[in-house]
């Protein structure tokens, strides 16, 4: 059973940080791509950053980039997210997945993925 669970979120002023984690369990030799995702408020999940697990390739959103930077941890099948300069617009829940359920599929889509964790709150105050 393939397990993703997210840490590390909490409440932030705006310009400060944070780093979530993404711990993943089970059968995890065959992930391809792993990617940060976020959901506001009545808004649609969308895709913050994406890495290529083999090669260590990534992609950020616009309106991260700069300032996130995705990395992992084979060792320990864990994934970060690092969020530095933060913004209001930032919050929201935030969801790591893992897996692309197809080769060809687009890796900042949310629709690609076969594995998702829980989620974990981010908040930045102005």
């Known amino acids: 059973q393939v397990r993703l669970v997210e840490s590390g979120g909490g409440s932030v002023q705006a310009g400060g940080s944070l780093r979530l984690s993404c711990a993943a369990s089970?059968?995890?030799?065959?992930?391809?791509?792993m990617g940060w995702f976020r959901q506001a408020p009545g808004k649609e999940r969308e895709g913050v950053a994406t890495?290529?697990?083999?090669?260590?390739?990534?992609w950020y959103a616009d309106s991260v980039k700069g300032r996130f930077t995705i990395s992992q941890d084979n060792a320990k099948n864990t994934f970060y997210l690092q969020m530095n300069s933060l913004k209001p617009e930032d919050t929201a829940m935030y969801y790591c997945?893992?897996?692309?359920?197809?080769?060809?599929?687009?890796?900042?889509?949310?629709?690609?993925?076969?594995?998702w964790g829980q989620g974990t709150q981010v908040t930045v105050s102005s």
């Open positions: 997945a893992a897996d692309l359920a197809n080769s060809g599929y687009d890796p900042r889509e949310a629709g690609s993925y076969v594995y």
């Open positions: 089970g059968y995890t030799s065959s992930y391809n791509y």
């Open positions: 890495i290529y697990t083999p090669g260590d390739a990534t």
